[in-house]
């Protein structure tokens, strides 16, 4: 199992930018397919972005395309997403993960390491 944190949640007004940092422990970073889900109050956690264990596969939510940019650095075992142009609908926890598929998975049940989550609101 990686240990995963998440950072760089806040407020921003809309319109606004955050760029979120996902920290993993382990030597094995490298070796995961990526993640970003969220969750706002009320909803189910939604599958926002992934990416392969060597970012040369990426994969996004209708909502987010273009608005939304996966990255990784395996030398530092960080995976980032930058948001863009944020609308108050994108307020939520946005929670990190793990997963050993080989592929870049959608669904929580394929992710096996989870990171506590930051909050992001998005005023109007």
């Known amino acids: 199992q990686v240990q995963l944190v998440e950072s760089g949640g806040g407020l921003v007004q809309a319109g606004g930018s955050l760029r979120l940092a996902c920290a993993a422990s382990?030597?094995?970073?490298?070796?995961?397919?990526m993640g970003w889900f969220r969750q706002a109050p009320g909803k189910e956690r939604e599958f926002v972005t992934g990416?392969?264990?060597?970012?040369?596969?990426?994969r996004y939510a209708d909502s987010v395309k273009g608005r939304f940019t996966i990255s990784r650095d395996n030398s530092k075992n960080t995976m980032y997403l930058q948001m863009s142009s944020l609308k108050p609908e994108d307020t939520a926890v946005y929670y990190c993960?793990?997963?050993?598929?080989?592929?870049?998975?959608?669904?929580?049940?394929?992710?096996?390491?989870w990171g506590q989550g930051t909050q992001v609101t998005v005023s109007s």
């Open positions: 993960a793990a997963s050993r598929i080989p592929v870049v998975a959608t669904t929580s049940s394929a992710f096996g390491s």
């Open positions: 382990g030597r094995t970073f490298s070796s995961y397919s």
């Open positions: 990416i392969s264990w060597s970012g040369s596969s990426t």
